[in-house]
């Protein structure tokens, strides 16, 4: 199975300020069709988890703008251009090729 | 709108079963796999397995196989999972979520969440 691993796996932030939290995977994520299956999650504390990215790179639907994510092959990043008190939470990265099993990372925690 | 409803907290005591339901609602029901994953008090997320409401096929984690059982009810549009011979350590938040499954792509899975049942293991 592929290892997905995050950090760090906890930060506190500035309101206001940048947060960037990084994840690699044990193996290539980009499959042969051109697309990498790499997503990324907030849970918000006692809520269940909400999808941020997909595919590496793609906002889902009604996620601002202030959330990117980057990277290629094994090495990926979300970034928070400005963090704000509704971002406090903790962040999933998890891979979406080579199924089953969906993997996910440890999680980073997230604190202002 | 799209709504994945699961059902209520449940104890239970080492050795015995749990069945969790969850009733979707609000999308064709068989166009997205339904996955379970579980996420231990103050741990990390761990998917558990999937079933193609298309199909009906399942395939399980590692983790849990031989343990774990995903069937459903297209009367109802309600899957279910059932966890037999419980542990402690299976002591968790069980949540249910469209997902890709065997037969099913998604571009997006996991878009959608049910609200999560906690699952207590105590003797």
């Known amino acids: 199975d592929i290892v997905m691993t995050q950090t760090p796996l906890s930060l506190s932030v500035t309101p206001g300020q940048p947060a960037s939290i990084s994840c690699k995977s044990s193996q290539s994520l980009l499959s042969s069709d051109g697309k990498t299956y790499l997503y990324w999650f907030l849970q918000r504390p006692g809520q269940s988890p909400q999808l941020l990215i997909y595919e590496v790179s793609n906002r889902f639907a009604g996620v601002p703008d202030r959330f990117s994510g980057s990277g290629s092959q094994t090495h990926f990043t979300l970034k928070i251009s400005r963090v704000e008190a509704d971002d406090v939470g903790v962040y999933h990265c998890?891979?979406?090729?080579?199924?089953?099993?969906?993997?996910f990372g440890q999680g980073t925690k997230l604190e202002i | 709108q799209v709504q994945l409803m699961q059902s209520g907290p449940e104890v239970k005591k080492p050795g015995a079963s749990v069945k969790v339901s969850c009733k979707a609602s609000?999308?064709?029901?068989?166009?997205?796999?339904i996955s379970w994953v579980r996420q231990a008090p103050g741990q990390g997320l761990e998917w558990m397995g999937w079933i193609s409401p298309y199909t009906g096929k399942t395939d399980y984690a590692q983790q849990v196989q031989g343990r774990v059982s995903m069937t459903m009810d297209t009367s109802t549009n309600t899957v279910f999972m059932e966890l037999r011979s419980l542990r402690s350590d299976d002591t968790a938040v069980y949540y249910c979520?469209?997902?890709?499954?065997?037969?099913?792509?998604?571009?997006?899975?996991?878009?959608?969440w049910g609200q999560g049942t906690l699952v207590t293991v105590s003797s």
């Open positions: 609000g999308y064709n029901f068989i166009t997205f796999g």
């Open positions: 979520a469209r997902s890709g499954a065997p037969n099913i792509v998604v571009v997006a899975p996991f878009d959608k």
């Open positions: 998890m891979q979406g090729i080579h199924l089953p099993p969906y993997t």
